[in-house]
């Protein structure tokens, strides 16, 4: 399984960006799908996470501003975020788990990863 991010860049405060991931392999429709962040001197943060069952899970301080999306079909997984704030400043990651029973939102649990897209914020 391999993963692709795209869709970063520089926005301003207010702004917003769509980020995407595709996903190659055949092991997608078996995964959870979601998306973390690693803002500079900081741990890497979840997100949010599209389960392979369809349900939905968000960082609760984020989902208002936040919306992840999944296409089994397309294997893509993408965010869209609205309002942005200069933290979301970060490198956002998209990543996959396989065969999960129960939702989990710790980096160590997902077995695959993208290489990470900038999201610059400027105030």
């Known amino acids: 399984v391999q993963l692709q991010a795209s869709g970063g860049g520089l926005v301003q405060a207010g702004g917003s960006l769509r980020l995407f991931c595709e996903v190659s392999?055949?092991?997608?429709?078996?995964?959870?799908a979601g998306w973390f962040r690693q803002a500079p001197g900081k741990g890497r943060e979840f997100v949010a996470v599209?389960?392979?069952?369809?349900?939905?899970y968000y960082e609760d301080s984020l989902k208002a501003r936040f919306t992840i999306s999944r296409d089994n079909a397309k294997q893509t997984v993408d965010l869209l975020i609205n309002n942005l704030k200069p933290e979301d400043t970060a490198v956002y990651y998209c990543?996959?788990?396989?065969?999960?029973?129960?939702?989990?939102?710790?980096?160590?649990?997902?077995?695959?990863w993208g290489q990470g897209t900038l999201v610059t914020v400027s105030s």
């Open positions: 599209a389960r392979r069952t369809g349900d939905i």
């Open positions: 392999g055949r092991t997608f429709s078996s995964s959870d």
């Open positions: 990543a996959a788990s396989q065969w999960r029973l129960r939702l989990s939102t710790r980096p160590g649990d997902y077995d695959y």
